[in-house]
């Protein structure tokens, strides 16, 4: 076995490999950019080494670096993760020429399966079934147009050196054809260098079910089968295992073609065969076909290892250093079922876009697996995969394991960054999903539905101004403001106003849109009678209210309100209990915007009331040395002319 490996990787992937090299006794080397200097896989690691810029190309694209890296700290051997370098044959062959070993599959086998098209005919070869399609090296649009018409519509465009959706094109009809070949052939040439393309049918009720591979360079077995069907845009939201209404003749005939597959091209280490499955009238032995194989270990490797009790990375370094197989076939079985839900920094409500962040609060549930590789206080650099973490449960049956998932969801808290989390809880709780009736155009048909932002409740709002109004301190919450106090909410573009009014310890009457709510802390919060398991945390000038969903709101200083936000428009208010130390607006005076008015005392600083807009002075109702409350009359500007 190994003394000392290398990861050369980042996020949640490093600290994964080192939490298994870790139990194995195995020193850990990682990399690092300009960007990940403080980040928890370098924490984690016994010894850290700088790579370059924070551009995946400046750094953890830079093999001979993180070679020279592996050599000057000692280690013995690469661990690549997924992603960068990972499916890289020229990287494993500058491995093998610098005496370090590649954990993971030979430079051969990568490149035997890193085209599609290449792929596909070597599968055929070897008698694993493949969807009818045109794979020859004739990319001549009319020779396309031609082959793609004796496949039958509808069909697919993919690019053959692609992934992640690039390069792919859905055409249901003849004429579509040309304009869709024309963009795949750009994207692909743009996104991988190559713009070749095959023609394959397109299956009408599809489902992505994978099945998870593990050889020596010899023999090869499988750890079933893992259902990725929930897709968006080809990327995988959640996935579980085992696939549901999978029978055991379909696991039979599905895993040993993922066997045949790897034993034919020689495999060694952790790999996944990917299959196209029709699930238009139920899993069959002859509804389904090789799509790609990933020659690396995927990032949903956990749900197998929740059903399987294997630890996939420690088989990875064992067989890596010589082992053989820990397992065989028949020692091997299914336990449970579990789901794994990718939990994403990305603005759903503005098309899943990739968001950037400083995670200020980030809590999982001890319940869930939770793999990440941030931390509270951690940034969500604009520069890799915007993963925060993947949450994985297991449960006795499906029904369980999902009803855990939905749980664990509910209980994990983020704030600092838009997620994907509200999107995540409400696939969860889908109930044609919970049925089991998954494929992979589920969230495109429900996507309205699926994307609707959960809205505060009135308990929820009464809930944050309290986390404006009090820190927490010990075991419960301390006062820190006057017994009566002016909170102002921002949500959004919405302005809320609120006044919260201490009653005693952990008894509060907090007013909003007139209505006067009650509150109780004691073990639960309490809020007009009813329990509410929520968790309020202020952070900064931010308070978070987790109950069930996750509502942020921005805490404003009422002082830097529009000081007639109650008033008719001319009535300048104070915006909290205090003492006025000065007044300088006098009747008749003309006023411009921003014009010091007054001076209010409160919580032991002086705040300056400011005239809002151009004006003149009305009224003074007060003066200099009174003692006022929140709400009170202060001025009064003339009426606007209009």
Not at 108 to 131: H, T
Not at 583 to 607: N, Y
Request: aromatic share 6%; glycine share 10%; hydrophobic share 45%.
């Amino acid at each position: 076995m190994f003394t000392k490996i290398l990861i050369a990787n980042r996020g949640e992937i490093a600290c994964r490999v080192m939490e298994t090299a870790n139990l194995m006794g195995v020193a850990t080397v990682a990399v690092y950019s300009d960007a990940d200097a403080s980040a928890k896989h370098v924490a984690m690691a016994d010894e850290a080494v700088h790579i370059g810029g924070s551009a995946p190309a400046d750094s953890y694209l830079r093999g001979d670096v993180i070679i020279a890296a592996a050599l000057e700290t000692g280690a013995q051997a690469i661990h690549p993760g997924y992603g960068f370098l990972s499916e890289n044959p020229d990287f494993v062959d500058e491995c093998a020429a610098a005496g370090l070993v590649f954990i993971g599959p030979s430079a051969k086998a990568i490149r035997a399966m890193g085209l599609k098209d290449n792929a596909k005919i070597l599968m055929q070869e070897a008698g694993v079934p493949v969807v009818p399609g045109y794979l020859g090296e004739d990319q001549d649009p009319a020779n396309l147009a031609s082959e793609a018409a004796k496949i039958g519509y509808p069909v697919l465009i993919k690019a053959v050196a692609g992934g992640g959706g690039k390069g792919m094109r859905l055409v249901e009809a003849a004429g579509e054809f040309s304009d869709a070949l024309t963009a795949a052939k750009a994207e692909a040439l743009n996104g991988f260098g190559n713009d070749h393309v095959l023609i394959e049918k397109y299956i009408q009720k599809p489902r992505h079910i994978e099945v998870q591979v593990f050889g020596d360079g010899q023999h090869a077995v499988h750890l079933f089968e893992r259902d990725c069907s929930l897709q968006r845009r080809h990327q995988k939201v959640i996935e579980e295992a085992p696939a549901p209404g999978m029978t055991d003749e379909v696991r039979a005939a599905m895993g040993a073609a993922a066997v045949t597959a790897a034993e034919a091209i020689g495999y060694s280490g952790a790999g996944t065969i990917e299959f196209i499955v029709d699930g238009a009238n139920g899993l069959r032995t002859d509804g389904f076909w090789f799509m790609e194989m990933n020659t690396r270990l995927q990032v949903e490797h956990p749900v197998t290892e929740a059903i399987t009790g294997v630890d996939l990375v420690e088989w990875q370094l064992r067989v890596a250093a010589g082992e053989a197989l820990p397992m065989q076939q028949d020692e091997l079985s299914i336990n449970g079922h579990a789901f794994e839900a990718r939990l994403y920094a990305e603005d759903v409500p503005a098309g899943f876009l990739p968001a950037t962040g400083t995670l200020t609060h980030l809590e999982f549930p001890d319940a869930a697996r939770a793999d990440s590789g941030v931390r509270s206080g951690d940034v969500i650099s604009p520069f890799y995969d915007p993963m925060i973490a993947k949450l994985t449960l297991h449960g006795a049956t499906r029904t369980q394991a999902l009803g855990k998932l939905a749980r664990a969801l509910e209980m994990t808290e983020v704030a600092g960054s838009v997620t994907n989390l509200a999107f995540l809880r409400a696939l969860a709780v889908h109930e044609g999903f919970g049925r089991g009736e998954v494929d992979t155009d589920l969230i495109a048909r429900d996507l309205e539905a699926l994307t609707v932002e959960p809205e505060a409740s009135a308990a929820v709002v009464v809930l944050a101004a309290l986390g404006a109004h009090v820190s927490a301190q010990g075991d419960g919450f301390a006062l820190w403001g006057p017994m009566l106090q002016t909170v102002c909410l921002m949500s959004g573009d919405e302005e809320i106003m609120l006044k919260v009014a201490t009653l005693g310890a952990g008894q509060f009457e907090v007013t909003l849109k007139d209505k006067v709510h009650r509150v109780e802390r004691g073990a639960h919060w309490r809020v007009d009678g009813v329990s509410i398991a929520a968790n309020v945390v202020r952070l900064g000038t931010s308070v978070s209210v987790f109950a069930g969903h996750g509502f942020h709101f921005d805490i404003v200083d009422p002082l830097e309100v529009d000081a007639n936000h109650a008033g008719d428009g001319n009535l300048i208010e104070a915006p909290m209990p205090g003492l006025l130390k000065g007044v300088f607006a006098k009747p008749g005076q003309v006023v411009a915007e921003g014009d010091r008015l007054a001076i209010l005392e409160a919580m032991k600083m002086e705040h300056a009331l400011l005239a809002v807009r151009d004006g003149v002075v009305a009224e003074v109702l007060v003066a200099e040395g009174d003692q006022v409350e929140a709400g009170a009359a202060l001025i009064r500007l003339e009426e606007e002319a209009e």
